[in-house]
C-alpha cells in the first residue's frame, strides 16, 4: 500500500468497529487488546494474528457532530462540549447513487454495533437500471459487521458490471439476470470467507438479498431472512422473497403468520453465507412493474415490526407522502419509525421510486 491510501484509511477497532487511536492498546468502546497491525498499517485486523488473517480498508471520515447536543467531536471521539463518546461511522449511514434510489442503514437502539450493509447502485434515469444489495451480519458470528459489508460491496459490483440481456426476450432477460444474481450471491460469500479467520470458533456469516431493476423488469434473490418487497401505488404488494428461515418453514405448514414471526426461533435462519453455509444458491423471483410504486429491500430490523405486504406498503405510501416521495428520507424516516418501535435490531431500508412504464 502507498503512502497515500495509507493516510486515508482510518483505524477501527477489530472486535465492534469503533474507532481508535494510533497507539492504543485497548479499544474505548469494548476493551479488546489492539495488535500492532491495527496501529500501524491502517489495516482492520480480523482475527488475532494479522499474518494470519484477511482485511478491508476502512475509509477515514470526518467525526459527526455530537448526537447528543450537536456540539464538535474532538479527536479523541468525545463531544468537547457535553463529553458524549460520538457515534461510528458505522453507526449510522445513507447512500443515494440517483435521485430516485436512496438507502439509510441504522444501527438500532438495542445493539452495540451495525452488522447491517449495504451497497447501491443506478443509472441517473428514474426507473432505468438499479441495483440494490442488503446484507445482515449473524449477531452470533464473529466480525459478521465487516462480512456483512464485504459482502454487499462484492455483490454490488458483480451486478454493475453484469448487462447480459439475453436473446432478448423477457424470459431470456430474467434468465440472465438470475444468472448474475447467482454469479454475485458467489462473489458475496467469497468476500465473507475472506474476512474469516481461518481458526475462528464462530466464522462471520450474514444474510443477503438483492433486486436489480432494468426498465419496467425487476428481479429479486435473497439467502437468509433479508426481504424485498413490491409495493405498487395501485394494486396489490407483494412479498419478492422467500425467507430461509425457521418461522418460514412453520408459515409453509399452516401456521399463521403473525404467530409463526413471533414464536421463539423466528429469527433462526436456515441458510446464510460464510464458511459454514449449507448452501448458497438464492431463491429468484421475477415482476414486470405496469404501473408507479416503490421498490423496498430491507434487513429484519424494519420488517420484524411490519411484516405483511399489504400494511407495509399503506406505511410506506404514508411515509413517503410525508416526504415528497423522495426515496433518501423516506428511507431515513422509515429507520426512525423502526427505531421508535423498539430498534431492537440494526436497520437498514433501500428503495427506488419506479415510474409508470412509459414514463421510464
Known amino acids: 500500500m502507498d503512502a497515500a491510501m495509507t493516510a486515508e484509511i482510518g483505524l477501527v477497532c477489530p472486535k465492534c468497529g469503533d ?24 489495516l482492520v485486523s480480523i482475527g488475532a494474528d494479522p499474518d494470519e488473517v484477511a482485511t478491508v480498508e476502512v475509509p477515514k471520515t470526518a467525526p459527526a457532530p455530537c448526537r447528543s447536543c450537536g456540539g464538535v467531536v474532538g479527536a479523541d471521539g468525545y463531544c468537547q462540549t457535553c463529553g458524549t463518546k460520538a457515534a461510528a461511522p458505522r453507526d449510522h449511514f445513507s447512500e443515494q447513487p440517483a435521485p430516485w434510489v436512496g438507502m439509510t442503514c441504522d444501527r438500532g437502539i438495542r445493539h452495540h454495533r451495525n452488522e447491517d450493509a449495504a451497497a447501491l447502485a443506478a443509472d441517473p434515469e428514474p426507473g432505468s437500471r438499479a441495483i440494490l444489495v442488503v446484507c445482515d451480519g449473524v449477531s452470533s458470528s464473529t466480525d459478521s459487521d465487516i462480512a456483512s459489508l464485504a459482502a454487499a460491496k462484492a455483490a454490488c459490483e458483480v451486478l454493475t458490471v453484469g448487462r447480459a440481456q439475453g436473446l432478448g426476450t423477457e424470459s431470456s432477460r430474467v434468465g440472465a439476470i438470475v444468472a448474475r444474481l447467482s454469479a454475485a450471491v458467489d462473489a458475496a460469500n467469497e468476500a465473507v470467507i475472506a474476512n474469516t479467520s481461518k481458526d475462528s470458533p464462530s466464522p462471520a456469516s450474514c444474510t443477503f438479498v438483492a433486486a436489480v431493476v432494468e426498465q419496467n423488469l425487476v428481479v429479486a434473490g435473497n439467502v437468509g431472512d433479508s426481504r424485498a418487497y413490491w409495493l405498487p401505488d395501485a394494486g396489490e404488494a407483494v412479498a419478492l422473497t422467500v425467507d430461509d428461515s425457521w418461522a418460514a418453514e412453520l408459515i409453509a405448514e399452516g401456521v399463521p403468520r403473525q404467530e409463526a414471526e413471533a414464536g421463539p426461533r423466528a429469527h433462526a435462519i436456515t441458510r446464510w453465507l460464510g464458511t459454514d453455509a449449507p448452501d448458497h444458491t438464492p431463491r429468484t423471483t421475477s415482476l414486470t412493474a405496469d404501473g408507479p410504486g416503490w421498490l423496498l429491500v430491507c434487513s429484519d430490523g424494519l420488517w420484524n415490526y411490519c411484516s405483511e405486504a399489504v400494511p407495509l406498503a399503506e406505511l410506506v405510501r404514508r411515509t413517503a407522502a410525508e416526504h415528497g416521495d423522495e426515496p433518501l428520507t423516506t428511507s431515513s424516516a422509515l429507520v426512525d419509525w423502526a427505531n421508535a418501535q423498539g430498534g431492537q435490531d440494526n436497520i437498514t431500508v433501500a428503495l427506488a421510486r419506479m415510474p409508470a412504464p412509459g414514463r421510464i
Not at 24 to 38: I, K, N, Q, R, Y
Open 19 to 42: 474507532g481508535v487511536a494510533e497507539g492504543d492498546h485497548f479499544c474505548e468502546a469494548c476493551g479488546t487488546e489492539l495488535t500492532p497491525a491495527v496501529a500501524s498499517n491502517g
